[in-house]
């Protein structure tokens, strides 16, 4: 079994910052790319950032600048500063991780999703 924990979310005014995290656990060999989606409603899912088990990063054209992801390896976690957030940034905010297994095989994984909520 793997999980994707995330922690962070909630309610802030424009502006402000909020940091997410996302914590896997279980039986893992190694976290290939992690990344960061979201899904507004009536919109469908997309990519805010990912970031290689290096550290290559890439953004979405509408957070560059504003938001940072950065991992922790030997925490197998995933982190994203978010910072001058504005009210199109709400929505649900989804971890994924491609997890490769003890068992050999390659699997992708999604956290439940935390929200974001920002007020103008």
């Known amino acids: 079994q793997v999980h994707l924990v995330e922690s962070g979310g909630g309610l802030v005014q424009a502006g402000g910052s909020l940091r997410l995290s996302c914590a896997a656990s279980?039986?893992?060999?190694?976290?290939?790319?992690m990344g960061w989606y979201r899904q507004a409603p009536g919109k469908q899912r997309e990519l805010v950032a990912t970031i290689t088990r290096g550290g290559s990063t890439v953004y979405a054209d509408s957070v560059k600048g504003r938001f940072t992801i950065s991992r922790d390896n030997a925490k197998n976690t995933v982190y994203l500063q978010m910072n001058s957030l504005k009210p199109e940034d709400t929505a649900v905010y989804y971890c994924?991780?491609?997890?490769?297994?003890?068992?050999?095989?390659?699997?992708?994984?999604w956290g439940q999703g935390t929200q974001v909520t920002v007020s103008s």
């Open positions: 279980g039986s893992i060999s190694a976290i290939n790319a």
């Open positions: 994924k991780a491609d997890v490769s297994r003890y068992s050999g095989t390659y699997e992708v994984h």
